[in-house]
């Protein structure tokens, strides 16, 4: 059984920065996707950040030039470093990862922007 923990979440003033981290334990084979997504309240969630195994990424176009995506194969982490936090940036944060042909999630990390 696999399981991720994110940590790193938190509360934060407008153009501040977070850095969300997540781990995998368990039965590890090869990671395929990690990915960060976002669900705001009253909103569907919507992916933020993906990269892959050739080290690969994705953003949504809404952070583009300010959040970046990373892992670590060694550590089987992968990092959503966060930089000019905006209000509209305030969600629960979900790390996601496939591992052959399996879907994994976090439990969500909270992130609040404020104005």
């Known amino acids: 059984q696999v399981q991720l923990v994110e940590s790193g979440g938190g509360l934060v003033q407008a153009g501040g920065t977070l850095r969300l981290s997540c781990v995998a334990s368990?039965?590890?084979?090869?990671?395929?996707?990690l990915a960060w997504y976002r669900q705001a309240p009253g909103k569907q969630r919507e992916l933020v950040a993906s990269?892959?195994?050739?080290?690969?990424?994705n953003y949504v176009d809404s952070v583009k030039g300010r959040f970046t995506i990373s892992r670590d194969n060694a550590k089987n982490t992968v990092y959503l470093q966060m930089n000019s936090l905006k209000p509209e940036d305030t969600a629960l944060y979900y790390c996601?990862?496939?591992?052959?042909?399996?879907?994994?999630w976090g439990q969500g990390t909270q992130v609040t922007v404020s104005s």
């Open positions: 368990g039965s590890i084979g090869s990671i395929n996707v």
């Open positions: 990269i892959t195994n050739g080290g690969s990424t």
């Open positions: 996601y990862m496939r591992i052959g042909i399996t879907s994994y």
